[in-house]
């Protein structure tokens, strides 16, 4: 099965976060099929803290991909910010 979800990089006590289309049994920070955007928790002034492709992300959940739970909430976080604006 294909899981949406994030695979962590960045340095320790500063994660950053690649949004990626997995097959479920690949390790976390392990092969990807495609990689969907990215989400910067830790980001201050003018760095962009999220930047995701939704036309991708609704590709793969139309051919089965389940989203983790985390990836659920940043999804819907964004689509919230970006049709408010």
Do not use: C
């Amino acid at each position: 099965m294909v899981t949406i979800r994030l695979s962590r990089g960045g340095a320790k006590k500063q994660p950053f976060y690649h949004i990626v289309a997995t097959d479920s049994r690949a390790r976390r920070d392990g092969r990807y099929i495609e990689r969907l955007g990215y989400y910067n928790p830790v980001a201050r002034g003018d760095a962009v803290a999220l930047n995701l492709d939704l036309e991708r992300v609704d590709y793969w959940v139309s051919v089965g991909a389940q989203m983790s739970d985390r990836v659920k909430k940043v999804v819907k976080g964004y689509r919230k910010e970006h049709a408010a604006a």
